[in-house]
């Protein structure tokens, strides 16, 4: 496991965030080894990204994407009190 998916896997860990695949009900995930920009369109302008982890079923290939900088504002909020 790299830095960044120990990050990932600390920050899921934190918030609870550790439930079964909703697909299988399988308990193991396979987390991709760096940040994934989610590009979406807005008004018809694409070209904005929301930087995700993606965690991947090991079992049915079920994918679940997370928001890196909201598990970290979580994390950061949890810290302040």
Not at 20 to 35: A, K, L, Q, T, V
Not at 49 to 67: D, E, Q, V, Y
């Amino acid at each position: 496991m790299n830095d960044f998916q120990s990050k990932i896997s600390n920050l899921l860990d934190s918030k609870g965030a550790l439930t079964p695949c909703n697909r299988c009900g399988n308990d193991e995930f396979s987390i991709i080894d760096d940040e994934w920009p989610v590009t979406y369109s807005k008004g018809g302008w694409v070209g904005s990204s929301i930087p995700c982890a993606i965690l991947i079923c090991t079992k049915c290939g079920n994918m679940i994407f997370h928001s890196i900088k909201q598990l970290e504002r979580s994390q950061q909020d949890n810290e302040k009190g």
